[in-house]
């Protein structure tokens, strides 16, 4: 295999990965460039199995999206509607209840809550929702709220980021989910999200959140019209936080879908750019401790294949994710827990489900 390395150009490369040694922007860049798809697995599995060894994790979970009305309306997302959209819609408390009661036979471990920036919900609904969740299913953690959606209920409740966390945590708030991310380059966001919160606002909050102990992931969503450039200086921020606050879990790359976007002319991503993207975050972002592929984005099979080439988590069993499913995505919403055992399996590693802090519920 070395050789194959060397012939890839990688040979320098390879040693920083054996010395342990951080890679650089133009390291970055280079991996980004390359076409040696098999080189690039083969260096990020020395990473992953140095991290996390043959197990690869999943999570019985739930999703919740409680509304789609936005304000902000990005160009890349078929999710966020206006609010007179004969598409938009928004739950009530109870009715966010009632989708918890549905599931209270199923060993659930997280129930993950992501929406909007909507315009009129008060700050109250938030802190409201939080607790019903945790009064339907005491015992269950939530994961909820993007950093661009904290920003906004901060606003809401006219108090700091870290006072509005706080509030967040004593009504159920037990982890953040890395969406709303993007990409953080100014001229990115300009030109496809300009009312969204900026890419140092996003690591603001989330780094405010790690200094109050709570735990979150990170996302990048590429495959628009972001270059290689853009996507290695993302990169490059998330491990810059990391060090700075130790408070990421995982990272997540989403594979942008273009259908019902006002990105609709550009074209899916392929399964050679979406290995690569793992592969390249799990051999760059040396201190995040895990990386994902995200079965609800690049499909099941390819997730499989991810697990040798950098990943070593799927997500989980999810059901009634809207998000991807607007913007065409394919995959069903629900995965069985043991069709994620039987996808691990076959991949060669060692099925692990998992809470969402990373706790081992069970080894198979």
């Known amino acids: 295999m070395e050789s194959m390395i060397a012939a890839a150009g990688f040979g320098d490369i390879l040693d920083k990965v054996k010395a342990g040694e951080r890679l650089t922007f133009a390291d970055g860049v280079r991996l980004y460039k390359s076409n040696e798809i098999l080189a690039l697995g083969f260096l990020a599995n020395l990473v992953r199995e140095r991290k996390n060894g043959d197990r690869a994790y999943f999570i019985y979970n739930q999703h919740v999206n409680y509304s789609n009305i936005c304000t902000n309306l990005c160009k890349f997302c078929a999710f966020g509607k206006a609010k007179d959209s004969d598409q938009a819609y928004e739950m009530s408390v109870e009715e966010v209840k009632a989708k918890i009661r549905e599931r209270l036979a199923e060993p659930i471990s997280e129930v993950h809550v992501v929406g909007g920036i909507h315009p009129d919900l008060p700050y109250s609904y938030y802190l409201e929702m939080l607790r019903g969740i945790k009064e339907v299913r005491p015992e269950i953690h939530i994961q909820a709220f993007t950093c661009v959606e904290i920003a906004h209920l901060a606003e809401l409740a006219g108090k700091s980021v870290a006072a509005t966390l706080e509030e967040l945590v004593a009504a159920g708030l037990g982890s953040i989910p890395g969406g ?176 969402t802090l990373y706790n081992v519920i069970k080894e198979y």
């Open 180 to 355: 709303g991310a993007e990409v953080f380059s100014p001229r990115i966001r300009q030109r496809t999200c300009e009312k969204k919160l900026s890419g140092e606002g996003w690591l603001e909050v989330a780094k405010t959140a790690h200094r109050l102990g709570l735990k979150s992931n990170a996302t990048m969503l590429y495959g628009h019209i972001e270059t290689l450039e853009e996507r290695v200086e993302h990169l490059d921020q998330l491990r810059a936080a990391q060090d700075e606050t130790g408070g990421f879990l995982t990272f997540i790359p989403l594979a942008f879908h273009p259908r019902n976007t006002e990105l609709a002319n550009l074209s899916r991503t392929t399964g050679l750019d979406d290995l690569k993207n793992i592969a390249v975050s799990r051999l760059y972002l040396d201190n995040f401790p895990h990386i994902k592929g995200y079965w609800v984005m690049i499909g099941p099979k390819l997730a499989q294949v991810a697990l040798s080439f950098g990943a070593d988590d799927m997500d989980g069993t999810v059901k009634e994710e809207r998000i991807t499913r607007m913007a065409g995505g394919e995959t069903s919403g629900i995965m069985a827990d043991t069709e994620l055992v039987r996808l691990i399996r076959e991949a060669g590693r060692r099925p692990v489900e998992r809470d």
